[in-house]
């Protein structure tokens, strides 16, 4: 559903990328730096990022994309750095249903995804590899 990722201050390296539908893909280009702007509020130390995952992804009908985030090192000086990285994901319970919100789905239109189950999505998504 969603991944809180907390950064160190002055951490360097993470790096976001536009999804279009959930979709993730292989190719290097179209990956952004992230970083915090100038008077965002951040915890004492560092910063929190919430990524949107694929199951947002699905229960929006794609208003709301995934996230692809990676960590590269960008330097010499941030790999000699100790990095300790905290992710903490959130996803519903096994049993429960899964499906596009109506709201989210224009009139006459059909949902772009079928209804599903928590634990039936991680196991796609795990069968799928992401």
Do not use: C
Request: aromatic share 8%.
């Amino acid at each position: 559903m969603f991944t809180y990722l907390f950064l160190g201050e002055g951490a360097r390296g993470l790096q976001v990328k536009p999804v279009e539908g959930g979709v993730v893909t292989a190719e290097e280009e179209g990956w952004l730096d992230a970083v915090v702007p100038d008077g965002a509020a951040s915890v004492p130390g560092g910063s929190a990022i919430v990524n949107t995952g694929a199951q947002m992804a699905m229960w929006t009908n794609d208003v709301w994309r995934a996230t692809a985030h990676r960590v590269v090192v960008p330097d010499a000086e941030a790999a000699a750095a100790d990095r300790y990285s905290i992710a903490l994901f959130w996803d519903p319970d096994a049993e429960a249903r899964i499906e596009v919100h109506p709201s989210l789905v224009p009139a006459g239109a059909e949902p772009k995804y079928p209804p599903t189950t928590g634990l039936e999505f991680l196991m796609k998504q795990i069968r799928a590899g992401i």
